[in-house]
């Protein structure tokens, strides 16, 4: 049975496969990407390196005090690597020639709200966010004009499949033993805030989608049956078997 040693003992695993596939990516090279496609990855991987920059303490902090150990462990190696992805998007910055920012309008919001909120609420928050932003990983990964972005794309999305089912695996636990009424209450809030989100992505980085091909309006679309099918595999019966992570991708050379 799937418990949160498991997901300790994955996110170590992840730390070492990371260690071993970043020395392939070849940041000497140059850019392929220019113009006005270069300018959108630059303004969407600057929100990106924010938003995934900060350390967790609030977090951690609830973590602790909900007393599981193990959970608490897995989710700080999590946070690790949501640092590691606001390194790597930094280092892409690096190799467009770009600075990174010292804040944002919507990093500062998203902060504010999780803060007031108590452990299953800003877990379901961070689930609402990576599911939505999912699609836009798989984007860069697949269809980014650069090899070197493909890269990057390839290594967060990889990551965040997985930070996805880990969010389902806590959410579950959380709500077991809540009545499906109140379950499907909190499914509609989930549902407002996750269009919400859909909104701001298309909009902070509606340039970047369209420089891999794939239109905000159609993304939109795709960020909420995402956001859905993550909502669905909470609360539609918490009870069920926790995911659990999947096996580590094979390591992939950039292009």
Known sequence: ????????????????????????????????????????????????????????????????????????????LLVREEQKHSALFGRALGYLGAPTLDSHWSDAAFTRLRRLLGLRTEIGLFLIAESVAMGYFVALAERAPDPVLRAVGRRIADDERDHIRFQVDRLRVGFRGTPMPLRALVGV?????????????????????????????EYWGRAMRSFRAAARSVLKNPEATLLGPTPLAPARAAG
């Not at 920059?53 to 897995?74: F, K, R, V």
């Open 1 to 76: 049975m799937t418990s949160f040693d498991d997901w300790v003992v994955h996110f170590e695993a992840n730390d070492e496969h990371h260690r071993a596939t970043e020395p392939m990516i070849d940041w000497s090279s140059p850019a392929e990407v220019q113009g006005r496609a270069r300018g959108a990855f630059v303004r969407s991987f600057q929100r990106f390196e924010l938003g995934e920059s900060g350390e967790g303490a609030h977090l951690l902090d609830l973590a602790a005090a909900a007393g599981d150990p193990a959970y608490t462990e897995a989710l700080t």
């Open 189 to 217: 809030a989930w549902g407002v805030v996750a269009a919400g989100a859909a909104t701001v992505l298309v909009v902070d980085h509606g340039q970047a989608l369209r420089a891999c091909g794939v239109s905000p309006i």
